[in-house]
């Protein structure tokens, strides 16, 4: 009930805000334009005081955290969305409305046990930013031994905010059953493994002590990198609930105008930004999954050669070796305009069915990736070629990957960034010979010699233990060789028995048949008035030769 009852919900606040105005009705089907037409929301008049861009927005923000996550994704397509909502729904990167700032501090205070006048030396009411979950408040910490008085920021999960998401999820998962019951392609979507990830993903994200050990991570990767700084985590002061790490100040990566205002190398800024991504993915199987500008800063500091700082790192993905090594062959491949390839690997990895004609499958894909190849970042929209994909996949039969749901997702946030730094940014030349440099790192004679030297202190440890494991296997094979030849023996003496029983039966039965013969023929020579004796004699000879010939 539960489930239905925020259904209702979502449809109120659907009519409430008119955003069927927003969907474009002339390219609808005739049956949906006729109920649209005929639609009862379509008695209230689309409010006049809000242009469409706030309607989305103020509609997103009224459903919760999972539709602002959803709007915030939409805010870094501006190939796919008009540019005056995509300005509107960027608001919801960091400026939800947030919440009383009495609950901020009261479960700051339960969380950490002490008040907040003992822990930090500054406290600012006012939170710097309010996103979809958590809200964050700058701070400046007392100065103990450990740590000057630093600056930091205190992040807070939104009170009531695990109630709202369960039914949220609740009422996907709900869908995703009906999808999977009614529709044909319920199964090749598997919507319910990929509402079960994002449940995963969306509770991992409610606990900081998660996010704060995912930063950790994230900056141990890449200590002393130019590429990405992480802030640190105060550790001491860091709770499920309440976060508190180092402050930055970096210039918010949306604000290009601020970019360009300190001279960025934006070429620069844009290909470290695909080196960070296929690095977390392919070096690390450790990435951040949640990029969208909101959450990515660039530093003051060298503008010719700009680092990245990353925040939010509730929601990451990891992938397995299995998966990293399909996903590097396939985008070389990709890179390598080598269709058939592409093909190959994609039934070799179980992801369309065996029966797929190569062939047929390779054309389909060459359709739709062809004309992208030789254009700069501006002329492409991954977008549409993903919807395309996805179109032709499902000729194809080929199931939804859950465990590459966040890689795609991400893959989107990387090219909405990219566009926005630098729309001439030639993708293929930047992210192929990274491929290539990782697969020969991988499997090349150094990964060999790497593999070889990792292994070896454990061989040299087992190494004593040989010669009794070698002697161990050879009497457990003497044994076994034994016990098959004693079950051989037992299986011949067996079938030997069995025999023997099957040729008793057969006598039996003989027997038996013979003396109903005779019995028979002696009632036919005592009724033809034939002597007694003939009748035992025909008897006699009958048993006897049913007993030879068996």
């Not at 709900?174 to 994002?198: I, Q």
């Not at 990353?310 to 399909?326: F, K, P, W």
């Not at 039934?347 to 065996?354: A, E, T, Y």
């Not at 233990?465 to 009497?475: C, K, N, R, V």
């Amino acid at each position: 009930m539960s489930s239905w009852w925020r259904l209702w919900k979502i449809v109120f606040i659907f009519t409430k805000y008119r955003l069927d105005s927003l969907v474009p009705i002339e390219q609808l089907p005739l049956s949906l334009r006729i109920a649209l037409w005929f639609a009862p929301w379509r008695l209230n008049p689309v409010p006049s005081k809000y242009n469409r861009g706030q309607r989305l927005r103020l509609a997103l923000e009224s459903l919760g955290p999972i539709f602002v996550k959803f709007g915030q994704i939409l805010s870094t397509r501006p190939d796919l969305i008009p540019l005056d909502i995509v300005q509107e729904l960027k608001r919801l990167q960091d400026d939800v409305p947030p919440f009383d700032n009495d609950q901020a501090k009261a479960l700051i205070e339960q969380q950490l046990g002490q008040s907040i006048a003992s822990i930090f030396a500054e406290f600012s009411a006012q939170p710097l930013a309010s996103a979809s979950i958590a809200q964050v408040h700058a701070a400046r910490l007392h100065a103990t031994a450990e740590h000057p008085a630093a600056e930091v920021v205190v992040k807070v999960v939104r009170p009531g905010i695990e109630d709202t998401i369960e039914r949220d999820l609740q009422l996907l998962e709900t869908m995703a059953r009906l999808l999977v019951k009614y529709s044909a392609d319920g199964r090749r979507l598997k919507p319910l493994e990929v509402v079960d990830d994002y449940r995963h993903t969306i509770y991992g994200e409610l606990n900081l002590q998660i996010e704060a050990s995912n930063a950790t991570q994230l900056k141990r990767n890449f200590a002393d990198s130019e590429l990405l700084y992480m802030p640190e985590v105060y550790w001491q002061y860091t709770r499920s609930k309440v976060m508190v790490s180092e402050r930055i100040y970096g210039i918010p990566v949306a604000d290009i105008d601020a970019l360009h205002a300190q001279n960025t190398n934006m070429k620069l800024l844009a290909e470290r930004g695909v080196e960070i991504f296929f690095t977390q993915v392919f070096r690390d199987s450790f990435f951040h999954a949640d990029m969208h500008p909101g959450n990515i800063f660039v530093s003051r500091e060298h503008p010719d050669t700009p680092q990245y700082i990353a925040i939010d790192c509730g929601i990451v993905g990891s992938l397995t070796e299995e998966d990293q090594h399909y996903l590097a062959m396939n985008l070389l491949a990709f890179f390598n305009q080598d269709y058939h390839q592409v093909a190959q690997l994609h039934i070799d990895s179980g992801w369309v069915p065996p029966t797929t004609k190569v062939h047929e499958f390779s054309a389909a894909i060459r359709s739709v990736c062809e004309p992208i190849f030789d254009k700069p970042l501006a002329e492409i929209s991954f977008g549409q070629v993903l919807i395309q994909l996805f179109s032709t996949a499902r000729r194809f039969n080929m199931e939804v990957q859950p465990q590459l749901v966040l890689l795609q997702k991400t893959l989107l946030n990387i090219e909405g960034l990219g566009r926005q730094l630098y729309p001439q940014l030639d993708l293929w030349s930047t992210a192929k010979p990274y491929l290539e440099k990782w697969m020969r790192d991988r499997f090349g004679p150094k990964a060999a010699w790497k593999e070889l030297k990792r292994q070896l202190p454990g061989w040299i440890e087992k190494a004593p233990q040989i010669p009794g494991l070698m002697h161990g296997a050879l009497t457990r094979l003497n044994h076994l060789d034994e016990s098959q030849q004693n079950l051989q023996h037992e299986l011949q003496a067996l079938r030997a028995e069995l025999q023997q029983q099957r040729l008793q039966r057969r006598h039996q039965a003989l027997a038996t048949l013979a003396v109903a013969s005779g019995l028979f023929a002696w009632w036919n020579a005592f009724t033809l008035g034939i002597p007694e004796v003939v009748g035992v004699s025909v008897v006699a000879l009958g048993f006897v030769l049913l007993l030879i010939r068996a």
